[in-house]
Every structure is written in structure tokens, then in C-alpha cells.
């Protein structure tokens, strides 16, 4: 009885142990993917100009429109990917943003340094 007690002990252990080291390797991938956005990203500011809505069964879902600056001094908008309710900005709203140019993406820089989507995928 007590070697399959052992076992077991081992097994579960051997499970939180995998569990622990995909989450480590998904957290490790995502600063690496960061440490990259803030080393050769551009830094900017942006501001809200508008939302577009989306209707859905529970009601409508706002995606901020932001306009920002590019290096070479060309006005450029961005729609997010993420919508919300209530709209998480107000229009005419400022912050700062991270633009990747080779990818023609936009990431919001949050005042913790994190993005929504590591956020996300770890809560």
C-alpha cells in the first residue's frame, strides 16, 4: 500500500512539474517576443479617433480607431482587435504605443509593461 502511495505522489508530482514547465516556457516566449517589440519597435503616441461598433446578443462591442505618427512622419490609423463594454477609451483619448514595422502591427504598451494578450492567456 505504501509503494502505491508513493506512486501516486510521484505521478502528481511529475503532473504540476509539466503543468509548471509549459507555463514557464508560454511566460519565457512572451518576454522574449516583448524584449524584441521594445527593442526595435517605434514608440509613439496615439489618439482615439473614433469607435467601430459591433452588434452582437448581448449588446454592442467597441473597437477603439487610433491614428499615431510613424517615423517617417506619416499619419497612419489602427483599428484594435480587442472590442469591449463599455468602450475602454474616450474618444480623442492619448497614450503611448508600440508600433513593430516589418509586421505593420500596433500593441498598446500598458502601464506595467505587459500586453492584453499575456494578460490574458496566463489569468
Do not use: C
Not at 75 to 95: D, L, M, Q, V, W
Not at 104 to 117: M, P
Amino acid at each position: 500500500m505504501a509503494k502505491n502511495k508513493a506512486t501516486m505522489w510521484i505521478a502528481f508530482y511529475s503532473i504540476l512539474f509539466l503543468i509548471g514547465s509549459g507555463l514557464f516556457y508560454g511566460a519565457l516566449t512572451e518576454f522574449q517576443k516583448t524584449k524584441t517589440l521594445l527593442q526595435s519597435g517605434i514608440k509613439t503616441t496615439a489618439t482615439v479617433l473614433k469607435f467601430t461598433v459591433s452588434h452582437r446578443e448581448n449588446g454592442s462591442m467597441y473597437k477603439p480607431v487610433f491614428e499615431y505618427t510613424d517615423r517617417s512622419s506619416q499619419k497612419r490609423i489602427f483599428e484594435s482587435g480587442i472590442a469591449s463594454k463599455p468602450p475602454t477609451y474616450e474618444i480623442g483619448e492619448k497614450f503611448k504605443l508600440f508600433i513593430i514595422r516589418r509586421k505593420k502591427k500596433a500593441r498598446k504598451q500598458f502601464h506595467s509593461g505587459a500586453y492584453i494578450e499575456v494578460v490574458l492567456f496566463y489569468l
